[in-house]
C-alpha cells in the first residue's frame, strides 16, 4: 500500500508565488502602532501555503483591524525563475478572523488555540523569504488535499482497477488489517469513527 501523508502546491510551476511572509507580518504590526496602538500585534504565526496568526489583541477590534490589512497589502514575490512576480490581498483568496476563524474549524469562540486569522492562500502562492522553495503544503488547494492511494492485493484479479469513490488515508489502517485477516475495530478510532476499508478490498 502506498499513499502520502499530505500533497505539495502548486503542482504545476508557472502558477508558484514565493512571498515573503515577514515582511507582511512586520508591516502589519507598523500598521498596528502606526494606528496608535503600542506593542507587537503577532504574537505567532504559521505561514506555508496558507496564515495562521495569533494575535496579542484577541478583540473583534484588533482580529478586524488584521484582516483588513491583509486584503488590502499587495507586494511583489517571485515566480518559479526568481523573476519579479506581483500579488495582491497578502497572496489570500479568503481571510476569516475572530469568530468567522473559530466557526472554519467547529471550536468555540472562546477557545485560545484557535487561531485570530486564517487565510486560504490564493492557488501556487507559498510564504517564503526564500528562492528554493518550488511548492509547500498544509493549504486548502486541492493539490495539498489529494493524495493517491495505491494497493496492491494479491489474489484480487490480474488487472488493476481504479476506483473513483472518494477515500481516505485514515482508511489505509483498517484495510491493512482486514488484509491481514484481523479485526480493523480492534483499533478504538476506527471504532469511534466508523473508519471503513477501502473499496473493492474484500
Given amino acids: 500500500m502506498i499513499s502520502a501523508k499530505h500533497g505539495q502546491s502548486p503542482t504545476v510551476p508557472a502558477l508558484l508565488t514565493r512571498i ?9 504590526n507598523a500598521a498596528w502602532n502606526a494606528a496608535g496602538h503600542p506593542g507587537t500585534l503577532v504574537a505567532f504565526s504559521v505561514n506555508d501555503d496558507g496564515m495562521l496568526i495569533w494575535l496579542s489583541d484577541r478583540s ?32 489570500l483568496a479568503t481571510i476569516y478572523a475572530g469568530t468567522a476563524a473559530s466557526d472554519l474549524i467547529g471550536v468555540p469562540h472562546d477557545d485560545a488555540r484557535v487561531p485570530d486569522v486564517i487565510g486560504i492562500a490564493q492557488q501556487g502562492v507559498v510564504y517564503t523569504a526564500k528562492k528554493g522553495k518550488i511548492a509547500e503544503h ?15 492485493a494479491p489474489g484480487h484479479g490480474p488487472h488493476g482497477v481504479t476506483i473513483s469513490a472518494p477515500v481516505e488515508t485514515a482508511q489505509i489502517a483498517p484495510t491493512i488489517l482486514a488484509l491481514l485477516g484481523l479485526d480493523p475495530d480492534d483499533i478504538g478510532a476506527v471504532r469511534i469513527e466508523h473508519t471503513r476499508v477501502l473499496p473493492g478490498i474484500s
Fill in 20 to 28: 515573503n511572509d515577514g515582511a507582511i507580518i512586520d508591516a502589519l
Fill in 138 to 152: 498544509g493549504g486548502d488547494a486541492p493539490a495539498d488535499r489529494d493524495v493517491p492511494i495505491l494497493v496492491v
Fill in 60 to 91: 473583534p477590534a484588533a482580529t478586524g483591524f488584521a484582516a483588513d490589512f491583509l486584503r488590502g497589502y499587495a507586494g511583489t514575490g517571485n515566480d518559479i525563475t526568481s523573476a519579479p512576480k506581483p500579488f495582491t490581498s497578502s497572496g
